[in-house]
């Protein structure tokens, strides 16, 4: 049976969440925290096997609160859930210890994954996200940008579509996308147009 906390300040998806759960038989939800700091009383009272946190909270933050968990309750394992999809919170978080991220744009089906394959001592990341390795690989690459993000960067400066870049990478479309936006971030770009412009510019430097 696997012991589940959560912790989210916002009730309505906590209640949704504990609806989605009642019927599986391997999950058994044994509290929710508003806050960071409650989240810590939890963990230290009830020993969850498996913790799902948003990151921004009131009182303290996930990424905190992570540390903390990680570093005093080590059998706890932490996934992190956020609407942030920006490579900072995920190496945040895996630097704090978690050992899953999940968006929170994502199917329930797709969180229960998470808490099956993290219990059992897997990693599990959403795939609309810049996998933890890439973003462990910035410092190797040219620049600022990822291995990944330099071959999406150089297929747009062919003029490909997101579905013509996915088929060619073998990756789902929305990564794509969101591969995009990090890279209009990263490069303090203002749109897709900047970016195909900055890519036709620097296509023989990588």
Excluded at 33 to 61: H, Y
Excluded at 85 to 92: C, F, H, L, S
Aim: charged letters at 30%; proline letters at 2%.
């Amino acid at each position: 049976m696997i012991r589940l906390a959560i912790a989210e300040d916002h009730n309505a998806l906590i209640d949704g969440i504990k609806v989605f759960l009642e019927y599986e038989e391997d999950i058994n939800m044994i509290g929710h925290a508003n806050n960071g700091q409650e989240l810590i009383d939890l963990v230290s009272k009830k020993n969850p096997d498996v913790v799902i946190t948003d990151i921004r909270m009131p009182v303290m933050d996930g990424i905190e609160a992570t540390r903390i968990i990680t570093g005093s309750f080590p059998k706890t394992k932490v996934i992190a859930f956020t609407m942030f999809d920006q490579d900072e919170a995920v190496r945040d978080m895996i630097n704090a210890g978690a050992k899953g991220y999940l968006l929170k744009n994502s199917s329930l089906t797709t969180l229960l994954k998470a808490v099956r394959m993290v219990y059992v001592g897997e990693n599990f990341h959403d795939s609309n996200i810049t996998p933890p390795e890439e973003i462990k690989s910035d410092n190797k690459s040219k620049g600022i940008l990822t291995e990944r993000q330099i071959e999406i960067l150089k297929l747009v400066a062919l003029g490909k579509t997101n579905q013509e870049i996915a088929d060619t990478l073998f990756i789902g479309k929305t990564t794509v996308e969101t591969h995009r936006k990090n890279m209009i971030r990263k490069l303090g770009l203002q749109g897709a147009g900047e970016l195909l412009r900055y890519a036709v510019d620097k296509k023989y430097d990588y």
